[in-house]
């Protein structure tokens, strides 16, 4: 089952914008617990895009931001580019397990 | 910064399996090391952390009991022990590095991964 729903797949035309929406609870999310989100190339690691909700690790560029309210988070990408093609991931912390969680994941694909 | 992980690993039901995964490019102590595995075709799944100054470990309800986080800081390597290994265990190990210290919130960078398959 899963703890952060994430919707399994998105597209958009080179240029796009896209959302990747986090569905939680009020046992993660909706507690106040940050939502991070995660790029993912196959056959690499994650790579951390969006801290405590919104904020941006050095190198992540501006068109990629993140946001919450209430029990779910979202994940928008501008300008869209063939790079962008990739696996996403949210992630926050759910009380009722002690323990980080991950929503299912997002494949993005760029038309 | 790097995490460079132990090879693939291919073990039998029953058995154990111990994953290294060497830091370099920071103060080892500094930080908590994650331990996240990702199963074929499945989601990402946390699995605890240790504290690499000393040694204190967390593991997720669904591991604990069958885990074990340790670290040689001198090595400034941590290693993931799991025993009573089964074919669900079948999956890609990461370990990630806590992006702030020990905020113990998020994880980045990752190790590359080490494939461990559970087949008899």
């Known amino acids: 089952q899963s703890v952060l729903t994430q919707p399994p797949s998105v597209s958009g035309a080179p240029g796009q914008r896209v959302t990747i929406s986090c569905i939680g609870s009020?046992?993660?999310?909706?507690?106040?617990?940050?939502v991070y989100w995660y790029r993912q190339l196959p056959g690499t690691p994650p790579k951390l895009l969006i801290y405590?909700?919104?904020l941006r690790p050095s190198g992540v560029p501006d068109r990629i931001s993140g946001s919450n309210s209430g029990t779910s988070a979202s994940l928008a990408i501008t300008g869209l580019q063939a790079e962008d093609e990739a696996d996403y991931y949210c992630?926050?912390?759910?009380?009722?397990?002690?323990?980080?969680?991950f929503g299912g994941g997002t494949k993005l694909t760029v038309l | 910064v790097q995490l460079v992980q132990s090879g693939a690993e291919v073990k039998k039901p029953g058995a154990s399996v111990k994953v290294s995964c060497k830091a370099s490019?920071?103060?080892?102590?500094?930080?908590?090391m994650h331990w996240v595995r990702q199963a074929p075709g499945q989601r990402l799944e946390w699995m605890g952390w240790?504290?690499?100054?000393?040694?204190?470990?967390k593991y997720s309800q669904t591991f604990q009991g069958r885990v074990t986080f340790t670290r040689d800081r001198s090595a400034s390597t941590v290693y993931m022990e799991v025993g009573s290994l089964r074919s669900e265990d079948t999956a890609v190990y990461y370990c990630?590095?806590?992006?702030?210290?020990?905020?113990?919130?998020?994880?980045?960078?990752w190790g590359q991964g080490t494939l461990l398959t559970v087949s008899s």
């Open positions: 990630a590095r806590d992006f702030s210290g020990y905020d113990l919130d998020c994880f980045d960078p």
């Open positions: 992630q926050s912390f759910d009380i009722s397990l002690s323990a980080s969680v």
């Open positions: 490019g920071y103060i080892f102590s500094n930080y908590a």
């Open positions: 240790i504290d690499a100054d000393n040694g204190k470990t």
């Open positions: 405590h909700n919104s």
């Open positions: 009020n046992s993660n999310i909706g507690a106040g617990y940050n």
